[in-house]
T-cell receptor, first 115, second 113 residues
Framework: EPEVTQTPSHQVTQMGQEVILRCVPISNHLYFYWYRQILGQKVEFLVSFYNNEISEKSEIFDDQFSVERPDGSNFTLKIRSTKLEDSAMYFC?????????????FGPGTRLTVT | GNSVTQMEGPVTLSEEAFLTINCTYTATGYPSLFWYVQYPGEGLQLLLKATKADDKGSNKGFEATYRKETTSFHLEKGSVQVSDSAVYFCALRPSGGYQKVTFGTGTKLQVIP
């Protein structure tokens, strides 16, 4: 069964460093998402992406975050200058279309630790 | 804004026990409601969903009914198995074509033989 994959599974970085989290969505999907979960807290929506544009973003997704689909298979989340509070599990998701009947399929997550 | 509240965990049950995980929500209009499950080391998987009031979502023996009057979507299973041990997330997606899913904090379920 097709699945969303994410790399790396765990990333440790120093405060102020740039980090890129990578995702490979399901191949025929057109909508892509990033969510994050700070330890012990809720899973929070960050951004959705369609047709090479951000279609929706949350207030968390400020100027230090960016997303990109650099080729036909990868979808990346870049954090320009990491802060301690960026430590979280980051989930990538994809869906075939945007309607509620189209399930968002989630990857296993990347645990980001900022020291 | 939209929010989801679910019962604190962890919940520990013996095999074949009855499971209820409570979930209530706050949202305008008529959101769609979901339960996701996360098995150890894996991503979030959609377990079931309901898109309008009084709908019952069901899958793998789990059920949840969309109750507009009580703004609830409680997850139930009549007889849990050890393989059901996981973290369960209640979630909503607002009406109006928005893609953002709002999650609860998750409830860890441990089923012991």
């Amino acid at each position: 069964e097709p699945e969303v994959t994410q790399t790396p599974s765990h990333q440790v970085t120093q405060m102020g460093q740039e980090v890129i989290l990578r995702c490979v969505p399901i191949s025929n999907h057109l909508y892509f998402y990033w969510y994050r979960q700070i330890l012990g807290q809720k899973v929070e929506f960050l951004v959705s992406f369609y047709n090479n544009e951000i279609s929706e973003k949350s207030e968390i997704f400020d100027d230090q975050f960016s997303v990109e689909r650099p080729d036909g298979s990868n979808f990346t989340l870049k954090i320009r200058s990491t802060k301690l509070e960026d430590s979280a599990m980051y989930f990538c998701a994809s869906s075939e279309s945007a309607g509620v009947s189209y399930e968002q399929y989630f990857g296993p997550g990347t645990r980001l630790t900022v020291t | 804004g939209n929010s989801v509240t679910q019962m604190e965990g962890p919940v520990t049950l013996s095999e074949e026990a009855f499971l209820t995980i409570n979930c209530t929500y706050t949202a305008t209009g008529y959101p769609s409601l979901f339960w996701y499950v996360q098995y150890p080391g894996e991503g979030l998987q959609l377990l079931l969903k309901a898109t309008k009031a009084d709908d019952k979502g069901s899958n793998k023996g789990f059920e949840a009914t969309y109750r507009k009057e009580t703004t609830s979507f409680h997850l139930e299973k009549g007889s849990v198995q050890v393989s059901d041990s996981a973290v369960y997330f209640c979630a909503l997606r607002p009406s109006g074509g928005y893609q953002k899913v709002t999650f609860g904090t998750g409830t860890k379920l441990q089923v012991i033989p």
